[in-house]
């Protein structure tokens, strides 16, 4: 008999979970404003609002943790994340932050103005929102295949190169401070980029003399991805792998609490001394002085080790298995679902589930709500919430995609959560025909709305 896949790992401490009611979860999403940011933690049994900072770190990284050196200038944490990141992704400069918006914050002061252009693949709202609200334009320049969830491709997170030069082309390098790649691409549904691309992107990015940057919340399971499929890497290590991307970028920014596998922490690196120098002066501003940057040693000595192990096979392996488990059961039932799984989550297709509900009442939203409902489980909506209105018009952008994501914590749920999760979905997506109405907004912020945005039954 074949020995089955199993976690490679085993649990040391858990933490309790509860129970809920229908009719307590129905007065919980009305007070909530049918907001499921707004719900507090106790009111999920299963949190899938996002892998961001949730999930579980190792007895190394707790026993990192209690030797932190909180030194406010020229920590031992300090020194021991710096050499983690060179060692690791190859970059010689730094600067801690204390999550990836405030790299992205801290950076772009120093890069981007008004009236510029930042090409790249689909960009993350907080990427999106910091550039912006400098008045400048990030261009979407992903592949068309990553539009339609009903596509295999293996690297769906690619820049379509023809869009890329386009821009490039078209505006002068004055005016585009970097080409923006995120590995793996969140936006479009955590799909990874493959080497050739990051290759080719840095190719054009030397023809046009514009530095690339890599939004690097994912890259771990980008490299495990390009191990699993692209041609050429099959017997690399994940760290070999890493080390190739990461050729291919002059900078990056950090959110740790993904693949850093840390709660809370960020960071930049980049290849350019004067650049650092630029950086620094904003990061003393804005997060903290340079050797700590809004972070505590505590939290830079486990990164330190979190990066080491989340660039480990094993460790990615039962990740990415653990993901995959939950869409192929949600395939089985017939759940449409982003093809191929991404990295950190499964992908719903709400307007493929919710097609009696109208555009313009949130179909996503409204499919979350549902989920929420059915089993306490908590998703989050990437769809015409999040797409936020155009800066200019003010109207309702609608994306190309209508989708509920279901972001796994790493380190934190057993395969027992997933069949939860996917026979709750089941029984929403079994009930969808009697679902005919969503949500209007009552309340929204100007920019990023999607987390305070209040809503009433449509
Ligand atoms: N870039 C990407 C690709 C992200 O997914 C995120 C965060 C950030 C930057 C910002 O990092 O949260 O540390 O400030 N994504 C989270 C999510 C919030 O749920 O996908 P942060």
């Known amino acids: 008999m074949e020995i089955p896949f199993s976690e490679s790992y085993k649990i040391k401490m858990v933490e309790p979970l509860r129970k809920t009611t229908r009719e307590q979860r129905e007065q919980w999403i009305k007070e909530a404003k049918y907001n499921l940011f707004n719900l507090r933690s106790e009111q999920v049994f299963i949190d899938l609002l996002t892998d961001s900072g949730t999930g579980a770190m190792s007895d190394r990284q707790w026993s990192a943790l209690m030797m932190g050196d909180e030194s406010y200038a020229g920590a031992r944490s300090y020194y021991e994340l710096k050499e983690s990141i060179e060692k690791i992704l190859g970059f010689p400069y730094f600067l801690p932050t204390h999550q990836g918006r405030a790299a992205e914050n801290v950076l772009f002061s120093a890069l981007v103005k008004a009236g510029d252009v930042v090409p790249g693949n689909s960009h993350f709202d907080t990427t999106k929102g910091h550039i912006e609200f400098r008045k400048a334009k990030a261009v979407d320049c992903t592949i068309d295949e990553a539009f339609d969830t009903e596509v295999e491709h293996p690297f769906k ?61 994912r890259f771990a399971e980008n490299a495990y991805f390009i191990k699993l499929r692209e041609k050429g890497y099959e017997n690399k290590s994940i760290k070999a792998i890493v080390k190739d991307m990461y050729q291919y970028a002059d900078m990056m920014t950090m959110s740790s ?200 039954k449509a």
């Open 257 to 456: 609490k993904k693949d850093g596998l840390v709660n809370i922490g960020g960071f930049i690196g980049m290849n350019d001394k004067e650049l650092h120098r630029q950086c620094s002066t904003f990061n003393i501003m804005f997060e903290g002085y340079v050797t700590y940057g809004g972070m505590a040693g505590r939290d830079m000595s486990a990164l330190a080790v979190g990066l080491d192990e989340s660039t480990e096979f094993d460790y990615l392996e039962t990740r990415i298995k653990q993901v995959e488990y939950l869409g192929n059961k949600l395939i089985e039932y017939g759940v449409p679902v982003q093809h191929p799984i991404g990295g950190h989550a499964v992908f719903i297709d709400a307007n493929k589930v919710l097609c009696n509900v109208p555009k313009k009442e949130y179909q996503a939203q409204t499919l979350g709500i549902e989920l929420y409902l059915e089993a306490g489980i908590r998703g989050v909506e990437i769809g015409t919430l999040l797409a936020d209105r155009d800066p200019e018009t003010r109207e309702n952008r609608y994306p190309d995609l209508e989708l509920l994501r279901l972001a796994i914590p790493r380190r934190a749920y057993t395969n027992n959560h997933m069949d939860v999760i996917a026979a709750a979905l089941k029984n929403v997506f079994d009930r969808r025909d009697k679902i005919t109405s969503g949500y209007n907004i009552t309340w929204e912020a100007p920019i990023m709305r999607h987390f305070t945005v209040e809503l009433e």
């Open 157 to 217: 997170g690619n820049i379509n190169l023809n869009k890329l030069e386009k821009v490039l082309k078209e505006n002068p390098k004055e005016k585009i401070p970097f080409i923006c790649v995120t590995v793996t691409c969140n936006s479009s549904g955590g799909q990874p980029v493959s080497i050739e691309n990051l290759k080719a992107v840095y190719e054009l990015s030397r023809k046009y003399d514009v530095p690339t940057m890599f939004d690097s919340a």
